[in-house]
T-cell receptor, first 113, second 111 residues
């Protein structure tokens, strides 16, 4: 299995500011993903982080709001830009290892005031 | 796209009893079905998975069954313990290679 860490684990931010979340995997993964989870809700895929190229965004998510980088096979960042209270959520990084197994990080709990 | 439905939304069981969570999926091309356990304040943890070429898989007290014809799969937890209390998510991977998640099931094990 892959062990995934995220930084920060939580943050409280002012509206209009931006926050960058870092994700580190302890082994190479084929795919990396970013999800959002509202409290008590299921997981919503934001985008697939592609190594060395632009991320692939799901419907309803755009690069200007959620820029993503993936400079190598084990590291990715997600930025939540120009934040508003509606962006308050848990942001989860995920990596797909061999045999389709997909693992998740512990999440970043974001509160926007 | 794939649509995964999960029932029931909440399940309470006495410690030592069995718990069963059922999910249905819509895309017959889906071929991979993982289950995740999420404890409060933590990320989802992969606990068991099954592929479309297998009908059942077991790992200690946890088992998953798959009925491809009916397009449903179930998680079975036997001899439940208080530490089994969590939210459980089922998911299905379809042709677009993305996991579609169910809405989650809150399992409460009563000591």
């Amino acid at each position: 299995s892959a062990v995934i860490s995220q930084k920060p684990s939580r943050d409280i931010c002012q509206r209009g500011t931006s926050l960058t979340i870092q994700c580190q995997v302890d082994s190479q993964v084929t795919m990396m993903f970013w999800y959002r989870q509202q409290p008590g809700q299921s997981l919503t895929l934001i985008a697939t982080a592609n190594q060395g190229s632009e991320a692939t965004y799901e419907s309803g998510f755009v690069i200007d709001k959620f820029p993503i980088s993936r400079p190598n096979l084990t590291f990715s960042t997600l930025t939540v830009s120009n934040m508003s209270p509606e962006d308050s959520s848990i942001y989860l990084c995920s990596g797909e290892a061999n045999y389709n197994e997909q693992f998740f990080g512990p999440g970043t709990r974001l509160t926007v005031l | 796209g794939e649509n995964v439905e999960q029932h029931p939304s909440t399940l309470s069981v006495q410690e030592g009893d069995s718990a069963v969570i059922k999910c249905t999926y819509s895309d017959s091309a889906s071929n991979y079905f993982p289950w995740y356990k999420q404890e409060l304040g933590k990320g989802p943890q992969l606990i068991i998975d099954i592929r479309s070429n297998v009908g059942e898989k077991k790992d200690q007290r946890i088992a998953v069954t798959l009925n491809k014809t009916a397009k449903h799969f179930s998680l079975h937890i036997t001899e439940t313990q208080p530490e089994d209390s969590a939210v459980y998510f089922c998911a299905a991977r379809s042709g677009n290679n993305r996991l579609a998640f169910g809405k989650g099931n809150q399992v409460v094990v009563i000591p």
